[in-house]
């Protein structure tokens, strides 16, 4: 069965610095691959999302993501977290009509 | 008003209520979604319907009932619900259903419901 893992519950970083959070999914064919963010009390917000082509795609405020087939993980990166980046983050992969979701990472910055 | 729109955004009911949530998406969208978003666990497809019609039912109790009136509404009956059922409930539409380039969903803010 399709399945996405994201093996951290919790991250805290510091503000300023960079930021990775981790994705491995399990998926036969080729994935469409999507993170997205979830402010509290907010619906999720679609942050990137990979079909193909360029394995490293870059989505809004300044997130970024590389897809590595041999690893079968789609990480998000982000080179300078700001406190406004605290939220909870989700990776998701697209099997026929579904998203199929990992459980989330919720991110804390700290001052 | 623009994207989705879900009311109410809080909804707190007895176990013997009847209540309906509602769904709205601005985007000329042919499919809708409903999700269960409970504490800790992953996202929970529950419904999903394309051109009115409902093309997924994961195994939802029927306590829950989905209407789906026009391809810009969608609606989740409620009635006899159990406190495990309280949970962060979203909608989220999209172009269509298939896999594709196409297929980004947009997510409502969700309704908070709380069953005593």
């Known amino acids: 069965a399709q399945s996405v893992t994201q093996p951290d519950i919790h991250i805290t970083v510091s503000e300023g610095a960079s930021l990775e959070l981790r994705c491995n999914y399990s998926?036969?064919?080729?994935?469409?691959l999507f993170w997205y963010v979830q402010s509290p009390g907010q619906g999720l917000q679609l942050l990137l999302k990979y079909f193909s082509g360029d394995t490293l795609v870059q989505g809004i405020k300044g997130f970024e993501a590389e897809f590595k087939r041999s690893q079968s993980s789609f990480n998000l990166r982000k080179p300078s977290v700001h406190w406004s980046d605290a939220a909870e983050y989700f990776c998701?992969?697209?099997?026929?009509?579904?998203?199929?979701f990992g459980a989330g990472t919720i991110l804390r910055v700290k001052s | 008003e623009t994207g989705v729109t879900q009311t109410p955004r809080h909804l707190v009911m007895g176990m013997t209520n009847k209540k309906s949530l509602k769904c709205e998406q601005h985007l000329g969208h042919n499919a809708m979604y409903w999700y269960k978003q409970s504490a800790k666990k992953p996202l929970e497809l529950m419904f999903v319907?394309?051109?009115?019609?409902?093309?997924e039912n994961n195994s939802v109790p029927s306590r829950f009932s989905p209407e789906c009136p026009n391809s810009s509404h969608l609606f989740l009956h409620l009635h006899t619900l159990q406190p495990e059922d309280s949970a962060l409930y979203l909608c989220a539409s999209s172009q269509d259903t298939r896999g594709s380039s196409y297929n980004e969903q947009f997510f409502g803010p969700g309704t908070r419901l709380t069953v005593l």
């Open positions: 998701a992969v697209e099997y026929g009509n579904k998203l199929v």
């Open positions: 998926y036969g064919a080729t994935p469409y």
């Open positions: 319907y394309s051109l009115e019609e409902r093309v």
